[in-house]
């Protein structure tokens, strides 16, 4: 059976919220993290909130097949720029709300490639989990990803999973749209003890623009990891109420309405 190496807890928020040069949003997501240290603070061992900021900025898009044969099947391929060291990283993903089916499927890399497989939990709000099972490679920048049989080469596995799919369908970046991102880390809380476990949170954001202030899209998550997928009741318990107190008590910041990253991507493609 695969680990779950990692267990990643997502909610939309207000995008609106997020709107400004770099200050202004560095004191919105200042702000977020103070509001998410008083809440948590409650459930977890401790906190550390704090008003610094990590970014990562990045291009990003999806590739699928005319009528979107991937998407239908489960799968997503992400295709990300690093805008600060030009790494480019494709990432084929397959989710699903079955443990079981998402894990029974060959996701190992080409043999030129090195290996970087994930078995994680998503879980959205109240709490639906979903399983994705991923891998990455990163690629030469004049590398062509023009046909179905371009994502084989990089992920032979792929072939049979979709195997109904021609290897000849053309590969195009999903609704046209690329968004420009950019990742905010923030507060950490402590979940566990002996051994000490800690949970990252990060704010998400998707511009039209690489100098855009009005973000299209804006994801608060929270995270932790262990390789061998070794969490207590005590841990997970710790970030299940931390969830639903967030839920409960940041209604200023919650976007019920606002649709996921994927969801927004195809719903582009859809017109």
Known sequence: MQAITSREYKMMLQAAKFVGDKDRLSEAAGSLWRDLAGIILLSAVAVSGTDEVERKRRKVCFLDTSDKGLRRRDYVVRERLDLDNEEREVTLKFRHPDRYISQDRDMKPAKDFSEDIKFEEDIKPRFQALYSFSSSVLVKPDTKLKTLEDMHSLFPGLAKAVEDVP?????????????????????????????????????????????????????????????????????????????????????????????????????????
């Open 167 to 271: 290897e000849s369908a053309p590969l195009a970046i999903v609704g046209d749209f690329t968004a420009y991102e950019r990742v905010i880390k923030g507060t950490t809380f402590q979940i566990g003890k002996d051994p000490d476990v800690f949970a990252e949170c990060s704010l998400t954001l998707w511009y039209a623009e690489e100098q855009g202030e009005e973000p299209l899209v804006a994801e608060f998550s929270f995270k932790y990891e262990d390789e061998n997928e070794d969490y207590t009741a005590a841990m997970a318990r710790r970030a299940y109420d931390a969830f639903l107190a967030l839920q409960d008590k940041l209604d200023e910041w919650i976007d019920t309405e606002s649709m996921t990253k994927t969801a927004y991507v195809y719903a582009q493609a859809a017109g």
